[in-house]
């Protein structure tokens, strides 16, 4: 009675928490569709950019946390410019003269940095500024970040966005079918590994031979071939800048490409035991999948240890199956 009980009020907890999500969406969406209906730049460019930023202040120390409905972050300095003697400065024509990029979006005569609309509304106008097709927004990107990396996570996001035509890609899988036979520990960190680097920076999932490998999350397919350690490998970029590593496959899933974009439970290869040598090296180490995790914060890309994130999917999608039962 006690363990069912608590499974009850747990799954009460996630329903309600699922519950609150879509308000929040709808209030951006419609943030976005109200600047793509100004400014003509498509709103999934506009949910890219945003959701980038937001991405990148859960994990920056310098930058002020997140808390409104848009997450774009434009510093006092850009937003007034960067003579201006008032640095909170809300007078459209004075931001100007500075040449600051504050403009006022909602109407109300002032260009308010803490208001949603004119946030976002700020950025799409600096965005216009260099034209309106895909590569000029890229180019009005890197003018902006001053990293390709950055352009590039931000374009393949509103590939993303653009393929699914919603916000709310929250939902992940556990990288094999749950029903395979397999295991694994946490070795994160651990001096030995088949991942090919000197820690290792992943945990190895071990199963059989030609075990489906399934994508983790929502995203886009950003590395596909060889590599002398990890053997045949998969990078996909997901919705929150996180990167998720998958290696030593035995194939890839047919007509895979890079540039795709993948959704949580879709098969992308097969276990196997490649690495270790010249391209089609295999055998070397008992069939696994070692699967890393990398954060990019803007600046930097660092791995994290994935295990408690498995552990966790692995749980939902046993509570999931038995639900449905
Ligand atoms: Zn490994």
Known sequence: ????????????????????????YQERMKLYKKVETITQIPWYYLAAIDQYERSIRQVRRDLPKAESVIAIYISPEKWAGLTNPNPTDQNPATIQLFNGLG??????????????????????????????????????????????????????????????????????????????????????????????????????????????????????????????????????RDINNTYHYFAHLNGFAKDLSVGQVVEPGMVIGSVGSSGYGPPGTSGKFPPHLHYGMYKDNGITEWSFDPYPHLAMWERQERIKIRKRR
């Open 1 to 24: 009675m006690g363990t069912f009980l608590l499974f009850f009020s747990s799954t009460f907890a996630v329903r309600d928490a699922h519950a609150k999500e879509p308000d929040v």
């Open 103 to 236: 403009v006022d979006g909602d109407g109300d005569g002032k260009a308010d940095s803490n208001n949603d609309e004119d946030v976002l509304y700020t950025f799409a106008h600096y965005l216009l500024s260099y034209g309106l097709d895909h590569d000029n927004l890229k180019i009005g990107l890197w003018n902006y970040y001053h990293r390709d990396k950055t352009v590039g996570i931000i374009a393949g996001k509103a590939k993303v966005y653009r393929h699914f035509g919603r916000l709310n890609l929250d939902d992940q899988a556990f990288p094999m079918p749950i029903r395979a036979n397999h295991s694994y520990r946490s070795t994160w960190g651990d001096a030995r590994g088949w991942g090919g680097r000197r820690i290792h920076e992943g945990t190895d999932i071990f199963a059989g031979y030609g075990v489906p490998v399934r994508a983790t999350k929502y995203g886009i397919v950003e590395m596909k071939g060889w590599n002398k350690f990890g053997g045949w490998r998969i990078g996909i």
